[in-house]
Nanobody, 127 residues
């Protein structure tokens, strides 16, 4: 069984930065596509970014492209989301997810294909 634990959330002013981390235990981390999703109050969960098993391919939601960077360290079984130029509309609970069934960049944004989820970390951006 894979367990995912996010950290790094918090309160930041608009224009600031945060780095989220997601540490995995159990399973084979290097065999999973890893993703980040978020859910704001009253809204549906949405895709943020995902990274391939090797780290060679990444996909971003249009709303975060150019501001957020996803990366992974397979040796540490951890992946990251560097968030720069944060906006109030980025306020949400951020979830990391592991997708052993996710193949190809065309599937990265499909939350239904990710089998394992973290508990979430709150990111609040003040204006």
């Amino acid at each position: 069984q894979v367990q995912l634990v996010e950290s790094g959330g918090g309160l930041v002013q608009a224009g600031g930065s945060l780095r989220l981390s997601c540490a995995a235990s159990g399973g084979t981390f290097s065999s999973y596509t890893m993703g980040w999703f978020r859910q704001a109050p009253g809204k549906e969960r949405e895709f943020v970014a995902a990274i391939s098993r090797s780290g060679g391919n990444t996909v971003y939601a249009d709303s975060v492209k150019g501001r957020f960077t996803i990366s992974r360290d397979n040796a540490k079984k951890t992946h990251y989301l560097q968030m720069n130029s944060l906006k109030p509309e980025d306020t949400a609970v951020y979830y990391c997810a592991a997708g052993p069934r996710v193949y190809g960049t065309g599937q990265y944004s499909r939350g239904d294909l990710y089998d394992y989820w973290g508990q979430g970390t709150q990111v609040t951006v003040s204006s």
